[in-house]
C-alpha cells in the first residue's frame, strides 16, 4: 500500500467517524427534545454534563439573583368579557359533548396546547443547541464555510435569520404584516385611558434598518419600517399621540453627521446605550407636553454623564447567530450619571427591592465575565427583560407613567425616571395578567407604549403574553 492510499484511508477514517459523531450527538438531542428531559437545569446537570462543553455558561450570569416565575393574573384577572374574546378564536371544549375521541383530539391537539407544546419544544432546541458539546465550534465552521462562498440566504422571522446589510451591520427582517389588529388594540387601549382620564402615548422605536438609506432592503427584503408606516397611520387617523423616534432619529442624524447604523450596534438589534438616554429625553419631553408637567431637560445632557467603555466586549444576537467567524465583538459603553441620584426599585420576580443611587440599576454581572456566545452587556440595564420593574425617583415628586415596552426600553427606563418620580414597566412577552387591571390600581398619569418596529406584530389572545393583548 503506497502513501498516498494510506492518507486516503486515513481522510476518509477521519470524515466517518465525524459523520457518527455528528448522527449520535442529532440522535441523543432530538430525542432529549422530544421526550422532555431538558425540562428543569438542575434535574438535568448529568445529561449536560455528558453532552455540555462548557458547564459554567450553563449558570445564569445573575449570581445573586435567581429569577421565578410569578402568575400575575391571580393579582390582576381579567374580566369574562375580556376571557371571550379567546373564545371567538378557539373551540370551547365543553361544545364537544360526551365525545370521547373530540374531548382528546381538543384537549392535546388544540391551537393553545399545541402552541404551548411547541414554545416548550423550541426552548428545549435552543438550550441544546446552545450547550452540545463543541456546537458552536461546529457552527462557527459552518458560518465560515457560507461566508466563503457568499451563502446569504435567509427567511423572515426565522430563528436563525440575520443577513449582513453592509458597513459590517447585522439585522433581521420583518414580513409584512396585517396591522388592523395590533392598531385596533392601540385604539382601544387609548381610548380607554381617556375615558379613565388618563394620558396616552404611542412611542415608535426604530430599527436599524432605515427605510430611506437601505432602499435595497427595505421594502424589498425587510417590511418593519412598511408595517410601521402602516401602523402610524391608523393611530393617527384616530387620534393617538404618537412619537415616531424613527423621525426625529433622523434629524438628530444629520444634526451629529453621522449614519444612522452608527446609533446602533453592528451586531445587535438595539440600539446603543447613549441613543436610549437621547430616546428617553424625546420621551420625557413629550411626556412633559401631554401631561403639562415642567421638567429639567438637562439631565440629559450627555456631557453630565460618565462613561464606562468596554472594548470588543459585545457579541450581540446576530453576532452570536453569525458567530465571530463572521464578525468582530461591539464595544460597550456603560453611561451613569455624573450628578447626585437617589432611587428605589422592586423587581419582584427577582425578589429585588433595593435602594441607592443610579448603580442600583445595573447589573454588572452581565457584564463580567466577558462571555461572547452566552451572556449580553446590554441587558446590565434593569436587570433585562422582567415581567414587571418599579422604579422611584425618591428626589423627584411629580409624574407617574406606565411604560408597556419591550427591550429597547432596558436603556430607557433608568434615564426617563431621571424627570419623574415613578416608572413602572410591564413587558406584555411576560407579564400574563390583565393590563386593564394593573393601570387601574396603579393609577399613573400617563400610559406609554413603546415598541420598536420589528416588534409590531398580530394580535392574540390565548397565550396571555402577546404584545398588543392590553385587555
Known amino acids: 500500500m503506497d502513501q498516498q492510499e494510506k492518507c486516503l484511508k486515513i481522510s476518509m477514517t477521519i470524515v466517518l467517524l465525524v459523520l457518527l459523531a455528528i448522527f449520535f450527538v442529532g440522535i441523543t438531542r432530538e430525542v432529549v427534545v422530544r421526550v422532555g428531559l431538558f425540562e428543569n437545569n438542575k434535574e438535568n446537570m448529568v445529561l449536560l454534563a455528558l453532552f455540555g462543553d462548557d458547564m459554567d455558561n450553563f449558570v445564569s450570569n445573575r449570581s445573586d439573583l435567581e429569577e421565578h416565575k410569578i402568575d400575575w393574573s391571580k393579582e390582576y384577572p381579567y374580566t369574562m368579557k375580556d376571557l371571550s374574546l379567546e373564545h371567538n378564536e378557539s373551540t370551547d371544549a365543553k361544545a364537544l359533548g360526551n365525545n370521547a375521541i373530540l374531548q382528546y383530539m381538543h384537549k392535546n391537539y388544540s391551537s393553545d396546547v399545541v402552541k404551548a407544546n411547541t414554545q416548550r419544544r423550541s426552548r428545549r432546541e435552543k438550550l441544546l443547541t446552545k450547550y452540545i458539546a463543541g456546537n458552536m465550534k461546529m457552527i462557527e465552521l459552518s458560518k465560515k464555510y457560507d461566508n466563503l462562498i457568499g451563502w446569504q440566504l435567509t427567511a423572515p422571522d426565522e430563528y436563525n435569520g440575520v443577513r449582513d446589510i453592509g458597513d459590517g451591520y447585522f439585522a433581521r427582517f420583518s414580513r409584512p404584516i396585517d396591522t388592523a389588529t395590533p392598531a385596533r388594540a392601540l385604539i382601544e387601549l387609548s381610548n380607554w385611558c381617556e375615558q379613565h382620564e388618563i394620558s396616552f402615548l404611542y412611542v415608535q422605536a426604530p430599527g436599524v434598518i432605515n427605510e430611506s438609506n437601505d432602499v435595497n432592503i427595505s421594502g424589498v427584503l425587510d417590511f418593519s419600517n412598511q408595517n410601521a408606516n402602516e401602523l402610524l397611520a391608523k393611530l393617527t387617523d384616530n387620534n393617538v399621540s404618537v412619537l415616531d423616534l424613527r423621525t426625529e432619529l433622523a434629524l438628530q442624524a444629520k444634526k451629529d453627521n453621522k449614519s444612522w447604523h452608527e ?159 415613578e416608572v413602572r414597566a410591564l413587558d406584555l412577552r411576560k407579564f400574563n395578567g390583565s393590563v386593564k387591571k394593573y393601570i387601574e390600581s396603579y393609577k399613573p398619569d400617563i400610559v406609554v407604549v413603546e415598541y420598536y418596529v420589528n416588534s409590531i406584530k398580530e394580535v392574540e389572545y390565548q397565550s396571555h403574553i402577546n404584545e398588543f393583548d392590553f385587555r
Not at 412633559?288 to 438637562?298: E, K, M, V, Y
Not at 470588543?312 to 453611561?335: H, Q, S, Y
Open 263 to 421: 446609533y446602533f450596534y453592528r451586531t445587535d438589534h438595539h440600539w446603543k446605550v447613549d441613543t436610549g438616554l437621547w430616546a428617553s429625553s424625546r420621551i420625557a419631553q413629550r411626556v412633559s407636553q401631554n401631561c403639562g408637567f415642567d421638567i429639567d431637560l438637562s439631565v440629559y445632557d450627555k456631557n453630565k454623564y460618565h462613561v464606562d467603555l468596554f472594548e470588543k466586549w459585545f457579541l450581540g444576537t446576530a453576532g452570536k447567530k453569525v458567530t465571530l467567524m463572521r464578525t468582530e465583538p461591539d464595544d460597550f459603553e456603560l453611561w451613569s450619571p455624573n450628578f447626585a441620584t437617589n432611587f428605589e426599585v422592586e423587581i419582584p420576580t427577582l425578589d429585588m427591592h433595593e435602594k441607592g443611587d443610579f448603580r442600583i440599576f445595573i447589573d454588572m454581572s452581565s457584564i463580567y465575565p466577558k462571555n461572547y456566545y452566552n451572556a449580553s452587556p446590554y441587558t446590565a440595564y434593569v436587570y433585562g427583560d422582567t415581567p414587571v420593574i418599579i422604579s422611584k425617583n425618591l428626589d423627584v415628586n411629580k409624574g407617574k407613567i406606565l411604560l408597556i415596552r419591550d427591550s429597547f426600553s432596558e436603556v430607557i427606563i433608568p434615564f426617563l425616571n431621571l424627570s419623574y418620580s
